[in-house]
């Protein structure tokens, strides 16, 4: 471990008198310990073995242990198929998405510090986050950016498990799940969008939004809505925006979406979902190929 | 050429994203393919060689005997991870330092934007509201796209490709997908994006965003055509030519899955079949009626009281 530091030069002698009365620093010096006795010494304390609970020279016993005893690193297994680590195989697509979430869930928090969702307030919020909050334009930048670097990624992992065949027994089940947190995705970036109050904002949610005022028997103008009884002030846009038109209330209800409800929804799938890459049997490949000839049916 | 206009429209904060998507998503389709590529010669090289299918570990990289199967995770898998997240930091620093989130004038109700536009990913369903009614474009065909995806895994009953990248063994699979992602989904946000601009019009790439153009198209429904009149008669009409046309176009897979695909069909039960035919019938009819209302300038197949199709 400490290889350099075992065999320090001795160190030169200090004449007893004037910076080392009667000869205490050398007294000291003789009983001082080299930085490598002191780390062995701090691992036998009671404080470090109950943090680090193996040690940490390098055996296939502590490599699986450094993965198996961490709570971080638990996710994974302790081994995984040689190929799987190839870039070319999963693109790293799912990872960065999740790195991606993790980055969104950082941002977002230290943003909700400087956010009040109500307006008028939400706008000149941004305008002090882009002006006076200390790095909080970079804030704002790095969350918007990775938001929409968040829905590519995560429609390129969806391809990437379709191409490789992924979806295929036994991973039906956690497809869907995918598919759950493909739409959750998009919604949280749709929530967001509100957000700002500002121009840009607003039209899109109320395009957006508009859609719901056509959904078949649910919406005052979609068919059959008008004959069930719905009118824009009961109907499923109006549950969305909290009104019948984006405003103060529909401001307030995609802020508790886009903090609150759906980072929880979306958090409860991710559990699943890295769950079940381990119950299914890890990842998927690369596989040893099959061919048609062999398939007995 | 409004070179100009190209520039303001790719260089806008919101679209580098979509730039990027047109960057990437080619990039990962040829990668897919490479793979692909790979595998199926060493199937090819299986099939011919009984031998090599003993032998062979059946995965085309590099690999000899007496090499272990997996590899720890501490450190092989997670320095990738580790260079991985410093990348994309690094990545997405970079880009919140040179770009700035756009931020319009403050929410103002009695100010249309034109184009008004939804967020970027959603343009692709946007788009489609020129071709649908707002419920079939806004409600019922994502409903189904989500729908259509779950049901992927039970559906396809090929029990090769599992795990590996393979074209020629998951040909109509393949195909299908990526169709309906790349032209259907992909294309579709990329039109909505660069191409339709004030009043929601076409704008070719390079053409100058006129916000006092007028259109003077005119569309038709498909009964104007025949000179069909009266509710009932052009309720008939609707529900006869897109039943004829589901039909029509269920019979020609259907016939082309028997005769070319028979061991799919074999492994189908009914309800695995029928969804995947329905499926597909939809995916081709959303085209037909794309390519109607661009090319023949037809507005609707089907026209009732209460929707219309």
Redesign the interface.
Known sequence: MSHGHDEAPPEPEIPAGEGNPGGLLTKLRAKAKSPAQLQAELKKTQVWKSIFRHKLDDSPRNRSLAVLSSVFLHLHPARINRDAVRYSFTWGMGGITFYLFVLLTLTGTLLMFYFHPSKGEAYRDIMFLQHDVPFGNLLRNMHRWCAHAMVITTWLHMMRVFMSGSYKPPREFNWNIGVMLLLFTMLLSFTGYLLPDDQLGFWAVTVGTNMARATPVMGHEGPFGPELGFTAFNDVRFALLGGSVVDANALLRAYIWHCIAIPIIAAVLLIVHFWRIRKDGAISGPAPVMLASEITD | MDWHQVWELVSLP?N??IV??LL??PF??W??F???GR?DR??AA??LDPDM?KTH???P?P?KPG????????????K??FL??II??TV??V???V???????????S???NP???????LG??ELLVYF???I????LPSII?MG??A???I?V?????????WK??KFA?AT?LFG?LVLWVLLVIIGTFIRGPGWLWFNLGDTWDHHRVDHQVNYDLHDFFGVTGVWQVFFFGLAFVGGFCAIVGGITHLWVVKCMPLMRK?MSLVQYATMLQLWVLMIFVVAKIIARLAFTVKNFWVTP??NV
Not at chain 2, 99 to 109: F, G, H, K, R, S
């Open positions: 919101d580098v994203p990027l998507l990437m998503v990962y389709t990668l897919a490479r793979e692909a595998n060493l199937i299986l099939e299918r570990h059946r995965v990289y690999w090499w272990p199967k997996t590899v720890h995770v501490w450190p092989h898998l997670l990738r991870e991985a997240a994309v930091t997405m620093i880009w919140s330092i770009l700035d989130a756009p931020l319009e004038e403050p929410a103002n109700p100010l249309t934007m008004s536009k939804a967020p970027w990913y959603f369903l946007q009614d707002p419920w474009a806004g409600v019922v989500l995806l779950m992927i895994p039970y396809d090929n029990p090769l490709g599992n795990g590996y990248y393979t063994q998951r393949i997908f992602f492994r209460w929707f």
